[in-house]
């Protein structure tokens, strides 16, 4: 290996002694970090992986001007949303398209309905048999998403379907 001259000297100024049973029930090492001579005390610091808190325990020889203190950890759950029924239109020269899509928060949309299109068929009419053969839909639901879509068509006729 190496000459005696040069062997190498692994030098660690970590010692593990078992916890006292006062302070975890579980067996925990314990971490003694020792502090350059001049600087003075010695700190213990008990590590617990079980309960996932680190606790900071100092020994009788050294002073304490604060207790240990403990965090506790929890989680927020937000909320859940309502799924919402959105109005979904095409804009287009001679036509327009409206549709309805259900949108679940957290998934995505849900087309509840396919593109019924004004001139072309009765958009409007063929819109409120659709929802009104969804019992889950309210009436109040029913009548705001209606007047949405006479309001759209209203527009497209008025600006002859052109955006600009």
Request: proline share 12%; net charge positive.
């Amino acid at each position: 290996m190496f000459p005696a001259a040069i062997q190498p000297k692994l030098s660690c100024p970590f010692t593990i002694q078992p916890t006292p049973p006062s302070l975890v029930s579980l067996k925990t090492p314990v971490l003694r970090i020792r502090k350059p001579r001049q600087l003075g005390s010695t700190k213990t610091f008990c590590i617990t992986a079980a309960s996932g808190v680190a606790q900071d325990t100092l020994n009788p020889d050294s002073a304490s001007p604060n207790p240990p203190r403990k965090k506790k950890l929890g989680v927020v759950l937000k909320p859940m949303e309502k799924p919402r029924l959105v109005l979904k239109f095409i804009w287009m020269q001679k036509n327009i398209g409206i549709s309805i899509d259900q949108v679940i928060p957290g998934y995505g949309t849900i087309p509840l309905s396919p593109y019924y299109f004004w001139p072309r068929k009765d958009a409007w009419e063929e819109l409120k048999t659709l929802l009104e053969g969804k019992p889950w839909i309210s009436q109040k639901q029913i009548v705001i998403l209606l007047n949405q879509a006479t309001d759209i068509i209203n527009l497209w006729q008025e600006s002859g379907g052109d955006l600009a």
